[in-house]
């Protein structure tokens, strides 16, 4: 892969773009902790274009940055315990080869909501958050599909660029 740290400078440039972007567009449902995660269009897309511990470098770097630029260290224990539970499910579903991109960014959805809530139950000592998990996964499954589809026209529009 020619230029690959440029490619993954850019990534990482372009995925902190997109969590500022979603950080100053209100998109607010009532419902703490419910983003469309644009900053996600960049994972899904390098998941088909690098290498899987590219990706994982790219997913861990753009927590950790957002974090200090956007949020705090509880926003990045949070996105991190989220990306990387999602991250590891997505790419046991494309290795499956039986789901297409929009049920990988689906399931990606999901998992990150659930990885958060699991580090919210551990920090706040309550189980009386599971009750929240169904909103959660509604909303999961909401982004993961409009993230699924954005991604699958992206990729089809670039599959002449190696990255």
Avoid: D, W
Avoid at 4 to 17: E, H, R, V
Avoid at 56 to 78: D, E, H, K, P, Q
Avoid at 105 to 116: E, K, L, R, T, Y
Avoid at 123 to 132: E, H, K, P, R
Wanted: charged residues 10%; glycine residues 10%; contains cysteine.
């Amino acid at each position: 892969m020619k230029n690959s740290k440029a490619y993954f400078g850019m990534l990482t440039a372009l995925a902190l773009i997109f969590s500022y972007v979603e950080l100053i567009i209100p998109f607010h449902i009532g419902i703490p902790g419910v983003k469309l995660g644009l900053a996600n269009l960049v994972i899904v897309i390098s998941m088909y274009k690098m290498k899987k511990p590219q990706v994982y470098l790219l997913s861990i770097t753009r927590v950790i940055l957002a974090g200090f630029m956007f949020g705090n260290l509880f926003s990045i224990i949070y996105s991190l315990a989220g990306s990387l539970l999602s991250l590891f499910v997505m790419y046991m579903l494309k290795g499956n080869g039986k789901f297409s991109i929009l049920g990988i960014s689906m399931a990606g959805g999901v998992f990150h909501n659930i990885g958060q809530l699991i580090i919210a139950i551990i920090v706040l000592q309550s189980l009386n958050l599971i009750y929240y998990a169904s909103v959660l996964l509604i909303s999961g499954v909401i982004t993961g599909i409009i993230i699924g589809i954005i991604s699958s026209e992206v990729i089809k529009r670039i599959q002449k660029i190696c990255l």
